[in-house]
């Protein structure tokens, strides 16, 4: 079980989710719960290190970020032994959950499950704090943001479990339910199209915790932390494609104002120069998204445009300009003002006629496409991020989301 940031974000809230722990426990269910820092506190955490100095060192940067999930962690064990459920807290590195050694996007290696385990012979509840592990060096890593999911999953994969995450809605919608209130809760989805929700923007999950229920298989649900006792909800089971009776052309719209677009003006029309800009970006350990090239009218120079995360934008210009790589252009342009809105579902591998009605519906809106890129089972463009939400509901209108 994983309770989220707002799931645990007071004391009543965790009195909450201690009562109903102890209803599985009483059920009795071996349980490992996964917590979140309190809503708001990793934020404060990160804001922390950036007013005290301008690029943190990035194991002291994880060091202080994971240090929100280690109190909900104590809170939430306390509040389990008050209700005369047996339970302790087991830090990342105490487990251990050990990782990759790469600082604010570490991978999980691997989970020594003997604790929780042992724990369960005598009907402990071991309570995890998500989003930290232990790198190879003996430092404190954290997942990236959001990574609690990733923990959970991680930690189910290897205790063999389902895995259930609690959060602030009762389910995955056809799309964000706080812009388009008009969504509708999907039953099921497929662990694909989670998975492209997901990395598409989505924050439901994290998409590294979809990625890992998928290849190990973890029947992975999303729950309300708040539901009445007295009326369970299904909420939405992640499940794989043949779990799925009806399969829908379009499952559901993700969005994502995290972007940022970069255009190189007048770059050499020549073989290995694709190779030289995307290669000085992966050196500097950044993700390239949609990509589009001209043809060259003169077959001397092109232009050249693609994303890279707003995080990342900063590092992307100076790993251009100034890497020992640099790349040779008339202009580089930079721009953030931009985001991306995508369409997904799997029956589109079987069906046509999926990005005529989404160029349509944001034609018909008076939307502008700036850059486009497709996978088999989603669309996505580029567009002014202010037009965001009126995208997302034409989007969402055109398919007819709301009653399919
Ligand atoms: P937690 O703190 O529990 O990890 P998150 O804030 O990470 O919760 O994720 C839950 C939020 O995801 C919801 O409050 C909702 O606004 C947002 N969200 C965005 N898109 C969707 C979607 N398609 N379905 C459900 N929730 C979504
Ligand atoms: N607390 C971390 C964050 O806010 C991890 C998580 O909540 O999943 O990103
Ligand atoms: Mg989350």
């Known amino acids: 079980m994983k309770f989220g940031g707002t799931s645990v974000a007071d004391i009543d809230c965790i009195r909450n989710v201690a009562a109903h722990i102890k209803r599985e426990w009483d059920a009795g269910k071996e349980i490992a719960v996964v917590v979140s820092a309190m809503a708001g506190e990793t934020n404060r955490l990160v804001a922390l290190t950036a007013e005290n100095v301008v690029r943190p060192d990035p194991a002291e940067y994880d060091a202080v970020v994971a240090a929100g999930e280690q109190v909900s962690m104590g809170l939430l064990a306390m509040a389990l032994q008050a209700l005369g459920v047996p339970a302790r807290s087991w830090a990342g590195w105490q487990l251990p959950i050990r990782t990759s050694p790469d600082h604010a996007k570490a991978r999980i290696t691997d989970v020594d499950t003997a604790g929780i385990e042992d724990?369960?012979?005598?009907?402990?509840?071991?309570?995890?704090?998500?989003?930290?592990?232990?790198?190879?060096?003996g430092r404190l890593t954290t997942l990236g943001r959001g990574g609690s999911d990733t923990s959970?999953?991680?930690?189910?994969?290897?205790?063999?479990?389902?895995?259930?995450?609690?959060?602030?809605?009762?389910?995955?919608?056809?799309?964000?339910?706080?812009?388009?209130?008009?969504?509708?809760?999907?039953?099921?989805?497929?662990?694909e199209e989670m998975l492209e929700l997901a990395s598409q923007g989505t924050k439901v999950l994290q998409t590294r915790s979809v990625e890992l229920a998928m290849v190990h298989g973890v029947p992975l649900r999303v729950v309300l932390s708040f539901a009445d006792p007295a009326r369970p909800e299904p909420g939405t089971l992640v499940c794989s494609e043949d779990e799925i009776v009806e399969k829908q052309v379009v499952t559901g719209i993700a969005y994502s104002r995290d972007e940022a677009k970069i255009t190189l003006l007048g770059v050499a029309d020549e073989p290995g120069v694709a190779s030289r800009i995307f290669g000085a970006l992966a050196d500097?350990?950044?993700?390239?998204?949609?990509?589009?090239?001209?043809?060259s009218e003169d077959g001397q120079v092109t232009d050249l445009t693609f994303t890279v995360g707003k995080a990342d934008l900063e590092s992307a210009v100076e790993a251009l300009e100034k890497g020992k790589n640099s790349?040779?252009?008339?202009?580089?342009?930079?721009?953030?003002?931009?985001?991306?809105?995508?369409?997904?579902?799997?029956?589109?591998?079987?069906?046509?006629?999926v990005a005529r009605t989404m160029f349509e519906a944001l034609g018909k809106a008076g939307i502008n496409i700036q850059v486009i890129s497709t996978s088999e089972i989603k669309v996505s463009v580029l567009?002014?991020?202010?037009?965001?939400?009126?995208?997302?509901?034409?989007?969402h209108d055109a398919y007819g989301l709301e009653t399919a």
């Not at 724990?119 to 060096?137: C, E, H, K, T, Y």
């Not at 994969?157 to 895995?163: F, G, H, I, P, V």
């Not at 252009?329 to 997904?344: D, F, P, Q």
């Not at 567009?383 to 989007?395: C, P, Y």
Request: hydrophobic letters at 45%; one cysteine or more.
């Open 119 to 137: 724990g369960w012979a005598s009907r402990q509840v071991a309570v995890i704090p998500g989003f930290q592990g232990l790198g190879p060096d």
């Open 152 to 191: 959970a999953v991680g930690i189910a994969a290897a205790l063999d479990a389902q895995c259930d995450i609690y959060t602030d809605v009762d389910g995955v919608y056809t799309t964000d339910p706080r812009m388009v209130p008009g969504a509708r809760k999907l039953e099921r989805i497929a662990y």
């Open 284 to 295: 500097a350990n950044i993700n390239v998204d949609m990509i589009v090239q001209n043809i």
């Open 327 to 353: 790349v040779k252009c008339r202009k580089l342009l930079s721009e953030t003002g931009v985001a991306k809105v995508s369409v997904i579902g799997i029956g589109m591998r079987s069906h046509a006629g």
């Open 383 to 395: 567009i002014d991020s202010k037009e965001t939400e009126r995208a997302v509901r034409a989007l």
